[in-house]
């Protein structure tokens, strides 16, 4: 199993990034997924999932309307869409799977700075 994410930078408040997650090595569509950040000094946070087909959504209270998760089943990829960030959503971003109530695979993990 793998999983690389990629689309993080610096970015103003504000402003917007799109984070990618390619997956490959397992059955893409039979997992849910989900996205995770972890900032210095703190512990990781969720961020949203998503279930397999992709109907079923949730959000962490931190980023509910600022947010999206998709995916694209035929591309094995999940994305983040991150609308008006603030400074607190400086992190590392981690995709990860999504089996039932846990985690089981990781990827390892893509920066974003929001910063004047």
């Known amino acids: 199993v793998q999983l690389q994410a990629s689309g993080g930078g610096l970015v103003q408040p504000g402003g917007s990034l799109r984070l990618s997650c390619t997956a490959s090595?397992?059955?893409?569509?039979?997992?849910?997924m989900a996205w995770f950040r972890q900032a210095p000094g703190k512990e990781r946070e969720f961020v949203a999932s998503?279930?397999?087909?992709?109907?079923?959504?949730k959000y962490g209270d931190s980023v509910k309307g600022r947010f999206t998760i998709s995916r694209d089943n035929a591309k094995n990829m999940v994305y983040l869409r991150m609308d008006n960030l603030k400074p607190e959503d400086t992190a590392l971003y981690y995709c990860?799977?999504?089996?039932?109530?846990?985690?089981?695979?990781w990827g390892q993990g893509t920066l974003v700075t929001v910063s004047s």
């Open positions: 990860a799977t999504k089996w039932g109530n846990s985690y089981p695979n």
């Open positions: 090595g397992f059955i893409f569509s039979n997992y849910g």
């Open positions: 998503i279930n397999t087909s992709g109907n079923i959504i």
